[in-house]
């Protein structure tokens, strides 16, 4: 067989499932005929019986939402047939058809089968559909609402039994988030104990190669926990700074001993370039330690300038983060101690006076102003904006 080329392909329709089951009880079949004709247009599954026995039968082989039932049949007559539906499937809608001389019959189908209406022969076609659509939909109201009954039962009955097992679900999951916490705790402590030893051997690393004398970041350390403790820095920043003491010539590395052994001032032509690139080197190498990043970034920026023309982003002001411009204070404090700046050791007091004469280009001038102590004790403080500064003296003599 070939289809033609114009011819459409059609799918075929599902077939429509039936609304309600429907059953037909009359003796007579030219009854069960004309009722079955004016029930064609509906959407209904229409099954018939000619006796009350036959119906019996049948209900319990196929589900029946609606009985329809003559009155007068010979053995077992519409009002017993239809008492005995409503004990066995109580679900059921029930209708009895009957003539004028059969009120007694009808009277007892209402009091025995409890029926949910009657219809009178000749019947009409019009109120006989609706009738049926009206008990079907009675019936679904019906169905639903037993449904929702039994819904709302068996949610009462859960919550109730969940409210029976509340606190000792509750008490098990406090003690599983309790151990998961613990667990995150412990994990998170040996996460940062494994930061810290990597800050160890790195520090380590650049100090293999730096002569003795040259060792400046225990003390630049130092340095910088005796003003964190004094100004109660919070926890974040002080571990920032305290990692970035421990590591910021981390960008060194790479050098060869004769510029590690060299004065920065003392660099020039390729040698300075290096020199200048050691900051973004040493952020580099850490930025992929996410415990690091905050240490990495004042790494970054130890060498930027209040005045905009230190390296390599050229900040400027308040732009630098805080902890860099603390660190550089600490760093060009004690490297100028140690000869690392310029050609010759600087002694502490005039290291001091150096940086104080560079407020303003170099530091932030809030950090580098004297103290109000009188000028005799020699004192000179780093300053956090608004807020009393550290004591130099204090801080750095007994480790310059």
Same mark, same amino acid.
């Given at each position: 067989?070939?289809?033609?080329?114009?011819?459409?392909?059609?799918?075929?329709?599902?077939?429509?499932?039936?609304?309600?089951?429907?059953?037909?009880?009359?003796?007579?079949?030219?009854?069960?005929?004309?009722?079955?004709?004016?029930?064609?247009?509906?959407?209904?599954?229409?099954?018939?019986?000619?006796?009350?026995?036959?119906?019996?039968?049948?209900?319990?082989?196929?589900?029946?939402?609606?009985?329809?039932?003559?009155?007068?049949?010979?053995?077992?007559?519409?009002?017993?047939?239809?008492?005995?539906?409503?004990?066995?499937?109580?679900?059921?809608?029930?209708?009895?058809?009957?003539?004028?001389?059969?009120?007694?019959?009808?009277?007892?189908?209402?009091?025995?089968?409890?029926?949910?209406?009657?219809?009178?022969?000749?019947?009409?076609?019009?109120?006989?559909?609706?009738?049926?659509?009206?008990?079907?939909?009675?019936?679904?109201?019906?169905?639903?609402?037993?449904?929702?009954?039994?819904?709302?039962?068996?949610?009462?009955?859960?919550?109730?039994?969940?409210?029976?097992?509340?606190?000792?679900?509750?008490?098990?999951?406090?003690?599983?988030?309790?151990?998961?916490?613990?667990?995150?705790?412990?994990?998170?402590?040996?996460?940062?104990?494994?930061?810290?030893?990597?800050?160890?051997?790195?520090?380590?690393?650049?100090?293999?190669?730096?002569?003795?004398?040259?060792?400046?970041?225990?003390?630049?350390?130092?340095?910088?926990?005796?003003?964190?403790?004094? *100004?109660?820095?919070? %926890?974040?920043?002080?571990?920032? =700074?305290?990692?970035? $003491?421990?590591? @910021?010539?981390?960008?060194? +590395? /790479?050098?060869?001993?004769?510029?590690?052994?060299?004065?920065?001032?003392?660099?020039?032509?390729?040698?300075?370039?290096?020199?200048?690139?050691?900051?973004?080197?040493?952020?580099?190498?850490?930025?992929?330690?996410?415990?690091?990043?905050?240490?990495?970034?004042?790494?970054?920026?130890?060498?930027? *300038?209040?005045?905009? %023309?230190?390296?390599?982003?050229? =900040?400027?002001?308040? $732009?630098?983060? @805080?902890?860099?411009?603390? +660190? /550089?204070?600490?760093?060009?404090?004690?490297?100028?101690?140690?000869?690392?700046?310029?050609?010759?050791?600087?002694?502490?007091?005039?290291?001091?006076?150096?940086?104080?004469?560079?407020?303003?280009?170099?530091?932030?001038?809030?950090?580098?102003?004297?103290?109000?102590?009188?000028?005799?004790?020699?004192?000179?403080?780093?300053?956090?904006?608004?807020?009393?500064?550290?004591?130099?003296?204090?801080?750095?003599?007994?480790?310059?």
């Amino acid at each position: 067989m070939t289809l033609e080329a114009d011819q459409p392909l059609t799918t075929p329709e599902p077939p429509q499932v039936p609304e309600a089951t429907l059953l037909l009880v009359d003796d007579e079949p030219n009854v069960l005929s004309a009722l079955k004709r004016v029930l064609r247009a509906e959407n209904y599954l229409v099954l018939t019986a000619n006796s009350g026995e036959a119906a019996l039968a049948m209900m319990e082989q196929e589900a029946v939402d609606l009985v329809i039932s003559d009155c007068l049949m010979p053995g077992m007559d519409g009002a017993e047939l239809l008492s005995r539906v409503q004990r066995v499937s109580p679900d059921c809608i029930r209708i009895l058809l009957t003539g004028q001389s059969d009120m007694n019959a009808t009277i007892r189908a209402i009091n025995e089968g409890h029926i949910y209406s009657y219809i009178a022969k000749p019947w009409d076609d019009h109120k006989l559909r609706l009738t049926l659509r009206q008990a079907l939909a009675h019936q679904l109201a019906e169905r639903e609402q037993k449904r929702l009954e039994a819904l709302t039962l068996q949610q009462n009955q859960e919550l109730m039994e969940l409210n029976a097992t509340l606190e000792q679900r509750v008490e098990a999951r406090t003690q599983e988030l309790k151990q998961i916490t613990d667990m995150l705790d412990s994990a998170y402590d040996e996460l940062k104990h494994s930061y810290v030893m990597a800050t160890r051997v790195f520090s380590s690393l650049i100090t293999q190669r730096m002569p003795r004398h040259l060792h400046a970041n225990a003390q630049i350390g130092d340095l910088i926990q005796a003003f964190a403790e004094t *100004h109660e820095l919070e %926890d974040a920043l002080r571990r920032d =700074l305290l990692m970035a $003491a421990a590591l @910021y010539n981390l960008g060194k +590395l /790479a050098w060869d001993d004769r510029m590690l052994t060299t004065p920065s001032e003392r660099l020039f032509a390729e040698d300075r370039k290096a020199y200048r690139r050691y900051p973004e080197t040493g952020e580099s190498l850490l930025m992929s330690l996410e415990h690091l990043q905050g240490t990495a970034r004042l790494i970054r920026h130890h060498r930027e *300038h209040w005045n905009g %023309d230190g390296y390599p982003s050229r =900040l400027k002001g308040e $732009a630098i983060p @805080y902890g860099a411009r603390l +660190l /550089a204070l600490a760093v060009d404090f004690i490297e100028l101690q140690r000869g690392m700046i310029l050609p010759r050791k600087v002694p502490r007091q005039q290291a001091l006076d150096l940086l104080r004469k560079l407020s303003g280009r170099v530091y932030e001038p809030a950090c580098v102003r004297p103290s109000s102590h009188s000028v005799s004790t020699r004192r000179r403080t780093w300053a956090r904006p608004g807020k009393p500064c550290y004591r130099w003296r204090r801080a750095s003599s007994s480790r310059a």
